[in-house]
């Protein structure tokens, strides 16, 4: 795809993700059934055309069916979109590891990770469900090691990983029963949203994408024998 193509995808996606967060501002439950399985698409959409590795739209769509079994207002839908967004941070993982080797600097963001893993984890667990807390921990585990792997490519993947742990920490809190902020689906999404368009600018920039040849270049160029 040229990149105009490209560039009308990424707007059709801000487009779904400012739909999606007005529709959750004011309250419009229907707004955000339809604008929101339209988000993950788009972005893998737009990354395919800037040409974006595969394993990116495979995160991405991973995370598309994470969103659509957490519309479900059932325990099992939540367990499997969970599973559905691990398998996307299996995809991160594995792209991270094309990344810059670690610095020494890096084992401080290591330890401020795990850190914040422990502590969250410990102060989650005795509001979480009984069936739910193995589950949402070995979950925990992964999205951590994601978030500090997303480090491997710069800032703006980093701030990527991060705004995706901030994310399901909110879910997490509203699983447990904490206190929540007023429209607490609005911040889950905005941060979510945030997070998956940063790591998807961030590994498009550090990996390198690989836009499609215009066609004029194409059909010049020799056919080898």
Same mark, same amino acid.
């Given at each position: 795809?040229?990149?105009?193509?490209?560039?009308?995808?990424?707007?059709?996606?801000?487009?779904?993700?400012?739909?999606?967060?007005?529709?959750?501002?004011?309250?419009?439950?229907?707004?955000?059934?339809?604008?929101?399985?339209?988000?993950?698409?788009?972005?893998?959409?737009?990354?395919?055309?800037?040409?974006?590795?595969?394993?990116?739209?495979?995160?991405?769509?991973?995370?598309?069916?994470?969103?659509?079994?957490?519309?479900?207002?059932?325990?099992?839908?939540?367990?499997?979109?969970?599973?559905?967004?691990?398998?996307?941070?299996?995809?991160?993982?594995?792209?991270?590891?094309?990344? *810059?080797?670690?610095?020494?600097?890096?084992? =401080?963001? +290591?330890?401020?990770?795990?850190? $914040? &893993?422990? !502590?969250?984890? /410990? @102060?989650?667990?005795?509001?979480?469900?009984?069936?739910?807390?193995?589950?949402?921990?070995?979950?925990?585990?992964?999205?951590?090691?994601?978030?500090?792997?997303?480090?491997?490519?710069?800032?703006?993947?980093?701030?990527?990983?991060?705004?995706?742990?901030?994310?399901?920490?909110?879910?997490?809190?509203?699983?447990?029963?904490?206190?929540?902020?007023?429209?607490?689906?609005?911040?889950?999404? *905005?941060?979510?949203?945030?997070?998956?368009? =940063?790591? +998807?600018?961030?590994?498009?920039? $550090? &990996?390198? !994408?690989?836009? /499609? @040849?215009?066609?004029?270049?194409?059909?010049?160029?020799?056919?080898?024998?």
């Amino acid at each position: 795809m040229s990149p105009r193509h490209a560039r009308v995808l990424l707007v059709c996606f801000g487009a779904a993700a400012a739909a999606d967060l007005v529709s959750l501002a004011v309250g419009s439950e229907s707004g955000h059934t339809v604008a929101k399985p339209l988000l993950m698409p788009l972005l893998a959409a737009y990354v395919r055309a800037s040409g974006g590795p595969r394993l990116l739209v495979a995160a991405l769509l991973f995370g598309w069916g994470g969103d659509v079994l957490l519309l479900l207002d059932a325990e099992p839908a939540f367990l499997a979109g969970m599973a559905s967004f691990a398998a996307g941070h299996v995809c991160y993982l594995l792209l991270f590891r094309r990344g *810059a080797p670690r610095t020494r600097s890096a084992r =401080l963001v +290591a330890g401020a990770y795990a850190l $914040a &893993l422990v !502590a969250t984890v /410990a @102060l989650l667990w005795p509001g979480l469900p009984a069936d739910l807390r193995v589950p949402v921990a070995g979950y925990s585990l992964l999205l951590t090691a994601m978030a500090f792997g997303a480090t491997r490519l710069g800032p703006v993947a980093g701030a990527g990983g991060a705004l995706f742990m901030l994310s399901d920490t909110l879910i997490a809190t509203g699983v447990a029963e904490w206190p929540q902020l007023p429209r607490p689906d609005l911040w889950i999404m *905005a941060t979510y949203l945030a997070a998956q368009y =940063l790591l +998807a600018r961030g590994v498009t920039g $550090a &990996l390198g !994408a690989r836009p /499609a @040849l215009p066609a004029t270049y194409r059909e010049s160029r020799p056919v080898s024998t």
